[in-house]
């Protein structure tokens, strides 16, 4: 089991840029794919970004590709979410997740059996 702990969270003006991080605990982080999501208030919990397990391969949201940026490092069981030309709409609790089976779903938040708090994001017009 995993355990994902998020930071970075903040106010933000609109363009300007945020880092997320997630540590997780435990000494097979590198065998877990990882994923963002996030909900505003008032909506549901959606995907972001994910990333696979050794880093090779990257996915996104139509709404953040281009702006948004996912890595890990897996020497020091983090990952992250580099988040630049924020809007508004961006602002929401964000969340880390894990899973250990593969890829196949990964924008589902369903597939992912291991979460983090969250961390809130608010980005000022």
């Known amino acids: 089991q995993v355990q994902l702990v998020e930071s970075g969270g903040g106010l933000v003006q609109a363009g300007g840029s945020r880092r997320l991080s997630c540590a997780a605990s435990?000494?097979?982080?590198?065998?877990?794919?990882m994923g963002w999501f996030r909900q505003a208030p008032g909506k549901e919990r959606e995907f972001v970004a994910a990333?696979?397990?050794?880093?090779?391969?990257?996915f996104y949201a139509d709404s953040v590709k281009g702006r948004f940026t996912i890595s890990r490092d897996n020497a020091e069981n983090t990952v992250y979410l580099q988040m630049n030309s924020l809007k508004p709409e961006d602002t929401a609790d964000y969340y880390c997740?894990?899973?250990?089976?593969?890829?196949?779903?990964?924008?589902?938040?369903?597939?992912?059996?291991?979460w983090g708090q969250g961390t809130q994001v608010t980005v000022s017009s």
């Open positions: 997740a894990a899973r250990r089976d593969s890829l196949s779903g990964y924008d589902s938040a369903l597939r992912y059996p291991y």
């Open positions: 435990g000494r097979t982080f590198s065998a877990y794919v």
């Open positions: 990333i696979s397990r050794s880093g090779a391969s990257t």
